[in-house]
């Protein structure tokens, strides 16, 4: 089976302890542990996994030999500003747009996350890949890790 790249938000890591969302994001994290998923997250979510309960901590600690941790740089930060300024989401929830643009300038294919209102959400999708398009970088695949993972 092909490895699939994907850009892992903080969300997906608190998945695992949600009554709502843990059997997706336990399946998630066995398929990144396998190798089927090549999981990417950022220095953005490291920082706020800082802030998580302890068992979130430990959580992504066990997995940090399995990803790959991505800068919080210049372009990344420069895009999340143009997200800010087509007014996607309000400048209040700006981290959820540089986690967009972290993946985009990474050239991540898909960002999974659990955010169904600032980031997986039709609207914000097509709102985030015309800035992309227009910033010169790459569409970006949007989607909730149930939609990610491979059932047998």
Not at 1 to 14: E, L, P, W
Not at 15 to 35: C, T
Not at 41 to 59: M, W
Not at 91 to 111: E, G, M, Q, R, Y
Request: proline share 4%; net charge negative.
């Amino acid at each position: 089976m092909k490895t699939i790249k994907v850009y892992a938000d903080t969300s997906v890591f608190g998945g695992v302890f949600d009554k709502e969302f843990i059997s997706p994001s336990r399946s998630f994290f066995e398929q990144v542990r396998s190798g089927l998923i090549a999981l990417f997250t950022s220095a953005l979510v490291q920082e706020e996994i800082s802030y998580a309960p302890a068992k979130v901590r430990d959580l992504f600690s066990e997995l940090i030999e399995y990803m790959e941790i991505l800068d919080v740089d210049e372009p990344a930060l420069k895009l999340r500003d143009a997200y800010l300024k087509a007014k996607i989401i309000p400048v209040k929830f700006s981290n959820d747009a540089l986690h967009v643009a972290i993946a985009s300038v990474s050239h991540c294919p898909i960002i999974v996350s659990w955010n169904f209102k600032h980031i997986v959400h039709f609207e914000k999708i097509t709102s985030y890949n015309a800035v992309n398009i227009l910033e010169g970088y790459s569409q970006i695949s949007i989607y909730s890790p149930s939609e990610v993972i491979k059932y047998d």
